[in-house]
């Protein structure tokens, strides 16, 4: 019994027991909620367009590790949470091939031609989506009504288009509470915004429901809390100072913080754990420029929302701030 | 990413590891049977190996000096058993590594008595001599480090020791042998403090334990004698409070400069056992003979803490107290620094304070190793606050001279938090291990 071969390993030989995937899968059940909440406000069209994203996501995965002779690692769940995120940040009557093609488009320039996950310099989820933007300008500002009364039993003429067919637009565009602020000058609730109850991209219109996803992340140790502090405080005192100089042409900090995606944007997109700063200093700074950047979007450029290209553009700048912000070693120079 | 670490009157960062101790922290120290062979190699404590001074086919007793110190960073070696020296040569040590050692085959039969030696008290010896007494005793820090006891109480020209911390933090999980060290050699361990004293010049004593041993905090508590500038501090649980750096940075609020002891803030820190083993041994004029070893794990019949003799093989102790069928691997040490030993052939040395048995059932395989997601939790284990995220990259790289420089490699003192916090699994103490390795042989090249 004593005589046979013993394993050997490196200490540590107790290891904490939560793994990647673990965390990855949370992040999914996480944002789960406030997923379902747009295809109860949205309906069926909101349901297609998620399950588009989310499988294509996963196919693009699995596919390119395959055609690059690695394991998949599809079982990470990494991919699943791109391609729902993307889903979550895009209108519900989008159709569904630019759909899909927005979730290849995620991993392969969003994340595998970097090397796959952990090498990603973007939030993957973003990625797609800017291209979206920029290759379907007009079909990604086609809002579509909530709680349609019939939205369990039809859905939007566009989710079916075919590829590269005109997309039949039976939406609306410009009227999300924040185009409608931007335009005309027209302030939404807050009760309103913050349960949801208003027309916008399929997943971020429910900020209760991403705060609570977000506070079960924190809770389990899973997201990093700085990211959407600095974000959201940052959004809070910089709209609320404009808002006291002049409160006929800019917003209520309030109405800033619980309208368009900058929910979403400050607890699931920024905080990807990639493409933000390891250390706790680094992720206020990361929060702060993010949070600055939709403000000064929203107010001073030329489209009604900027969380999207205010985190991309924090995510290009996280390595540098990696490099400037580094802890002080114990022991070594002044405290 | 811990919103209340502040709120604790301790060092910053750290892990709270499960504990494990429940299992033998009640059971006291019991005397272990003497192995028909012992197995001692000249290496048991970090520095230059002990000469031996005995030959092949000699009668020994127990306790007779069989190796001499090899030079200042070196400490004498005692017999643990009265015996006959079997054969000199080559002897396996846990590195893996053979060093020049000697088989003792133990008299069944003998009373295993130690003689008295010239003894030191500490009311009449000097400073020099109670230094030269602890060197002669083959006293080396019994935490696990192994390291001659005696080379850490030389104070250097120009420093002053302040305050000697006595560590009986224990914050290894599994490992109980520092408790029961303290709840059952209380008198040794004041004597020895004594000694201590005398040798360091310190004004002031504090006695640190960790809160999960309230008792023998307690205990030592009431026998401080009347009028000696003893504390006992009792320290919050977190894991590695009882690493020099951290202790001292709980207990004094400084912190020891990067690349230094804890004499340059003034302070010296002993663990409890070998304090103890300074009392018990130095009035006697003997050397350490055997130590304190907890043996615990799922894998263990008859857990315990046990007084076993230096050099007894691992398989001889395996085999005493009973192991499941299906054993997988064997530590020795706590599961956060002990070394994974290869095969039952080596023994017990001093620097051995846990053997752990875990059978295959109970071995969690770490085989998914995922890339780094670069989530910050080794950032916010690491003690010493370097980035393990980056330089698991840099060393993945093989940039380790960019991680010497850059990012403070060589301060690591491979507690192992950032690999236990690690959800991808990264073997991140094995890459600074093999950085550190290169580091050095190149700067050993150059010079």
């Known amino acids: 019994m004593l005589n046979k071969t013993l394993n050997i390993s490196t200490s540590p030989h107790a290891v904490q027991g939560v793994s990647t995937a673990d965390i990855m899968r949370n992040v999914v059940w996480a944002l789960l909620p406030a997923a379902f909440f747009g295809v109860y406000a949205f309906g069926l069209s909101a349901l297609f367009l998620l399950i588009t994203t989310t499988v294509s996501a996963v196919l693009t995965e699995h596919f390119l590790c395959r055609f690059s002779n690695k394991e998949s690692t599809v079982s990470d769940w990494s991919a699943v949470i791109t391609g729902l995120l993307l889903g979550m940040t895009l209108p519900p009557n989008f159709p569904l091939w630019m759909a899909f093609l927005g979730g290849v488009i995620s991993i392969t320039l969003g994340k595998f031609i970097f090397g796959g996950l952990g090498c990603n310099v973007f939030n993957p989820a973003l990625v797609g989506r800017a291209f979206l933007q920029a290759a379907f300008p007009v079909a990604i500002t086609t809002w579509y009504p909530a709680f349609l009364p019939d939205r369990f039993s039809t859905y939007s003429v566009a989710t079916f288009t075919l590829p590269f067919m005109e997309p039949a637009l039976d939406g609306f565009t410009g009227a999300t509470p924040l185009a409608a602020f931007k335009f005309s000058h027209q302030a939404t609730a807050i009760p309103e915004l913050a349960l949801g109850l208003i027309s916008g991209s399929t997943g971020e219109t429910c900020a209760v429901l991403i705060i609570l996803g977000g506070l079960y992340l924190i809770a389990r140790n899973m997201m990093n809390w700085r990211i959407p502090a600095s974000i959201l405080l940052t959004v809070f005192a910089f709209c609320g100072l404009l808002n006291l100089i002049n409160s006929e042409l800019y917003p209520t900090p309030l109405f800033m913080l619980f309208s368009g995606g900058l929910m979403l944007g400050a607890v699931f997109m920024a905080t990807d754990l990639v493409a933000s700063p390891v250390t706790p200093l680094g992720n206020w700074v990361y929060g702060a420029i993010i949070g600055l950047l939709v403000v000064v979007i929203r107010i001073w450029g030329g489209l009604p929302e900027g969380v999207m290209y205010a985190v991309l553009l924090g995510n290009a700048i996280s390595p540098h701030i990696d490099n400037l912000i580094k802890p002080r070693v114990y022991g070594t120079g002044k405290r | ?447």
């Open chain 2, 1 to 447: 990413m811990g919103f209340f670490n502040f709120l604790q009157n301790s060092f910053k960062h750290g892990i709270h590891p499960a504990e494990h101790k429940n299992e033998t922290k009640d059971l006291p120290i019991r005397q272990f049977p003497f192995a028909p062979l012992i197995i001692l190699p000249t290496l048991q404590h970090t520095g230059i190996p002990s000469q031996i001074i005995v030959s092949e086919g000699q009668e020994v007793v127990r306790g007779q000096l069989l190796a001499k110190a090899g030079g200042f960073v070196s400490v004498p070696l005692h017999a643990p058993v009265s015996g006959t020296i079997r054969k000199m040569g080559y002897v396996p040590t846990i590195s893996g590594k053979k060093v020049p050692g000697i088989y003792l085959e133990s008299f069944p039969s003998s009373s295993q008595e130690v003689p008295e030696g010239k003894g030191i008290q500490v009311e009449s010896a000097t400073p020099e001599e109670i230094l030269q007494g602890i060197q002669d005793a083959g006293i080396v820090g019994l935490g696990g480090a192994a390291f001659p006891t005696h080379v850490k109480l030389k104070i250097p020209e120009g420093k002053r020791c302040e305050v000697l911390i006595i560590n009986g933090v224990e914050c290894e999980p599994y490992l109980t042998t520092d408790h029961r060290v303290m709840l059952e050699q209380a008198d040794d361990i004041f004597l020895g403090i004594q000694y201590l004293q005398k040798v360091t010049g310190a004004q002031r004593v504090i006695i640190a334990v960790e809160a999960n041993k309230q008792n023998a905090a307690n205990h030592l508590a009431g026998k401080v004698p009347r009028e000696a500038p003893i504390k006992v501090q009792i320290l919050p649980v977190k894991y590695p409070q009882g690493a020099e750096k951290m202790l001292v940075s709980t207990l004094l609020g400084k912190e020891v400069p990067s690349g230094g002891l804890p004499i340059d803030i003034g302070a010296v820190v002993i663990n409890v056992a070998t304090t103890a083993e300074i009392g018990r041994l130095l009035p006697h004029g003997q050397g350490i003979q055997e130590r304190v070893i907890t043996i615990t794990g799922p894998g263990v019949k008859q857990k315990g803490n046990y007084l076993i003799p230096i050099g007894t093989p691992l398989r001889f102790v395996l085999e005493q107290v009973g192991t499941a069928e299906n054993i997988s691997e064997v530590y020795l040490g706590g599961p956060m620094m002990g070394t994974a030993v290869a095969n039952l052939d080596i023994s017990v040395t001093k620097g051995t304070s846990g053997i752990l048995v875990f059978p295959e059932t109970e071995i969690r395989r770490k085989e998914n190793i995922y890339p780094c997601i670069k989530c910050g939790a080794c950032l916010d284990a690491c003690p010493i606050f370097l980035n393990p995220s980056k330089l698991g990259i840099l060393a993945k790289a093989g940039a380790h001279d960019e991680m010497a420089e850059k990012y403070h490699l060589m301060d690591c003192f491979e507690c192992g938090s950032c690999a236990y916090m690690c959800p991808s699994n990264i073997p991140l103490v094995q890459y600074f291990r093999l950085s550190k390795n290169r580091v050095r042989k190149r700067k050993a090249s150059i010079t």
